[in-house]
């Protein structure tokens, strides 16, 4: 539940609003995608629900105990050259839990293969990261963060890097785990792609959220498919 929640930042020495007084009710195991212009506030909106940026004003509140994990826009492409493979970075999930010193076991290992495995990477594991496609990168990242077993996944943007066949599939996936009772909230600039996957979409723009409904979505894509005949004649 999101009540009366407000941020600004500075800019050039002035205090600019992004987001006034924002309310929305989300509800365990719902697809919800937030779309808007560039600089609107969606990045700072999903980081303020998944409680990883403060809030000035206003409640994020969590009804039940709830494990999230986080997967931020530029998470894929500051890896580019790390050594790491895969599985390294999948398994590495479970250092916060266990702590600096505490051997991950078999079972850990385990885990972090299956996960893998499920995201489409089984060939892929043992490969650096630095060698993989955007679209696997992405995969191993999501594989990480699911693989804490969480109940709430948050993701921003995260078929921004890659081609329609990847994003497909991609999406295929995480529908699959909503299917199995995980809630996500996702970032994305893709109105028909949030229309296929998702129950909600929120707008964001002009410091407010504004859900979208059938209508509205019909109408923006059938003026989408306008314009592209209009470039093809
Ligand atoms: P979006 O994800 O919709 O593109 P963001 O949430 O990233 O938008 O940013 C919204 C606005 O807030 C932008 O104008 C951006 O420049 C500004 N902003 C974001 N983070 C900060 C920050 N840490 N300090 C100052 N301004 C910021
Ligand atoms: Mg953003």
Same mark, same amino acid.
């Given at each position: ?35 808007? #212009? !560039?600089?609107?506030?969606? !990045?700072?909106?999903? %980081? ?14 969590? %009804?039940?105990?709830?494990? &999230? ?13 790390? #050594?790491? &493979? ?38 892929? @594991? +043992? &490969? ?21 077993? #969480? ?7 995260? &078929?921004?890097? /890659? ?7 991609? /999406? ?10 995980? !809630?996500? /909230?996702?970032? @994305? +600039? ?25 209508? @509205? ?17």
């Amino acid at each position: 539940s999101v009540r009366n929640v407000h941020k600004e930042f500075m800019k050039d020495g002035e205090p600019l609003t992004i987001l006034e007084n924002i309310n929305l009710d989300i509800e365990r195991g719902e697809f919800i995608c937030f779309l808007g #212009p !560039s600089g609107s506030g969606k !990045s700072t909106l999903l %980081k303020l629900i998944a409680k990883r940026k403060d809030l000035q004003h206003g409640q994020v509140i969590y %009804k039940e105990n709830l494990k &999230t994990a986080y997967v931020g826009q530029h998470e894929f492409s500051l890896h580019n050259r790390f #050594p790491a &493979t895969a599985y390294e970075i999948v398994l590495s999930a479970f250092s916060a839990e266990l702590g600096l010193f505490k051997r991950v076991s078999k079972e850990h290992k385990e885990k972090a293969l299956e996960m893998l495995k499920t995201l489409g990477l089984e060939k892929e @594991s +043992h &490969t650096r990261l630095s060698e993989l496609s955007g679209g696997q990168r992405q995969r191993v990242f999501i594989a990480k963060a699911l693989l804490i077993n #969480p109940d709430v996944l948050f993701l921003d943007e995260p &078929t921004s890097a /890659l081609d329609s066949h990847f994003t497909y599939d991609l /999406l295929k996936r995480l529908k699959s785990f909503q299917q199995d009772g995980l !809630s996500i /909230l996702m970032v @994305s +600039h893709d109105l028909a792609l949030a229309q296929m996957v998702s129950q909600k979409i929120l707008c964001v723009s002009d410091q407010s959220v504004l859900a979208l409904d059938e209508h @509205s979505i019909e109408e923006e894509l059938a003026h989408r498919h306008q314009h592209i005949g209009v470039h093809h004649v």
